[in-house]
T-cell receptor
Framework: NAGVTQTPKFRILKIGQSMTLQCTQD?????MYWYRQDPGMGLKLIYY???????DKGEVPNGYNVSRSTTEDFPLRLELAAPSQTSVYFC?????????????????????FGPGTRLTVL | GENVEQHPSTLSVQEGDSAVIKCTYS??????FPWYKQELGKRPQLIID?????GEKKDQRIAVTLNKTAKHFSLHITETQPEDSAVYFC????????????FGDGTTLTVKP
């Protein structure tokens, strides 16, 4: 398994440009996430998805959009890039079972992270 | 929403000493608490986690303790080695929404040989 993969690894954008960060996982995880990590800071949740066709906002969603058309892919779209979006972006995935379907199993499991995309907006 | 505070922000120890990192959380509904290690330029990776139905969990030199009443949990690393040098993040996940983990700001641990 490749795990969680992200492209590109690095990107420089000009103010006002748009781009899509790609994320793919091959572990059949139902949950996927996008985080940003600013220098010396923790991970801030941008958006997450609990399954194909279902997405929800995290802590810092402004300026971003997501879609989840398949279990494997969770792209992050930046519209009208701004210098404040300069950061390292991590995609992650995890599997969560639901008590009704799997009685006795702990519902939460670790998040597996991709290698990150370093984005600079100038 | 959930608020997670992590202390200290930096920690320097001599090889062989113990290191302790503490996190507090605000949402009593949180019931899953993972710890991630991030080496320089790498992705975060889970090192240990604890669920709210237990008070302590150990894995070789690493242990995590949880005090639900006080809403804090701690990472303990014994017999530290230079390869333990990294940034460590705690996180809290609410039982009502597994998608919304909140991370602490991280602790930079330096182990001096």
């Amino acid at each position: 398994n490749a795990g969680v993969t992200q492209t590109p690894k690095f990107r420089i954008l000009k103010i006002g440009q748009s781009m899509t960060l790609q994320c793919t996982q091959d572990m059949n995880h139902n949950y996927m996430y996008w985080y940003r990590q600013d220098p010396g800071m923790g991970l801030k949740l941008i958006y997450y998805s609990v399954g194909a066709g279902i997405t929800d906002k995290g802590e810092v969603p402004n300026g971003y959009n997501v879609s989840r058309s398949t279990t494997e892919d969770f792209p992050l779209r930046l519209e009208l890039a701004a210098p404040s979006q300069t950061s390292v972006y991590f995609c992650a995935s995890s599997y969560h079972s639901f008590p009704g379907r799997s009685p006795g199993l702990a519902p939460y499991n670790e998040q597996f992270f991709g290698p990150g995309t370093r984005l600079t907006v100038l | 929403g959930e608020n997670v505070e992590q202390h200290p922000s930096t920690l320097s120890v001599q090889e062989g000493d113990s290191a302790v990192i503490k996190c507090t959380y605000s949402d009593s509904a949180s019931n899953y608490f993972p710890w991630y290690k991030q080496e320089l330029g790498k992705r975060p990776q889970l090192i240990i986690d604890i669920r709210s139905n237990v008070g302590e969990k150990k894995d070789q030199r690493i242990a995590v303790t949880l005090n639900k009443t006080a809403k804090h949990f701690s990472l303990h690393i014994t017999e530290t080695q230079p390869e333990d040098s990294a940034v460590y993040f705690c996180a809290a996940t609410p039982g009502t929404n597994a998608g919304k983990s909140t991370f602490g700001d991280g602790t930079t641990l330096t182990v001096k040989p």
